[in-house]
């Protein structure tokens, strides 16, 4: 039995967008950054957008529910999505050392 280890091709591409300030060095850096802390925390690029698409639909599906109504397993969607992303972006900036104001990542499939 062979197991193929060539890792799989990244789906999506990350954007930084509203932020005027940074080189395109930076900028390249800082979605790597949030790429690779993303990646690890939903457990590896085949989970993003799945995870990012689960997310989307569990939140229009209960967006006019009140707050806490949500299922244990929308829950989790919920938390596995938002926890990863505070991470990555967490990552992505730290080593800017700049507050980045409405500075945000677009997840674009390719």
Known sequence: ?????????VNYRVHLV??????DSERSAAELRFR???EFA???PDEVLPSLQAYMLVRSLNED???????EAEEQV????????TDAILAA???????MGDARFEIVPI
């Open 42 to 44: 939903l457990g590896g």
């Open 36 to 38: 690779m802390a993303l």
């Open 93 to 99: 900036f730290r080593p800017l050392g700049k507050d």
């Open 18 to 23: 509203e932020c005027p300030g940074l080189s």
């Open 78 to 85: 919920i938390a596995l999505w938002e926890n990863a992303e």
């Open 65 to 71: 529910l009140p707050l806490g109504k949500n299922s």
């Open 1 to 9: 039995m062979s197991h193929d280890t060539t890792p799989s091709p």
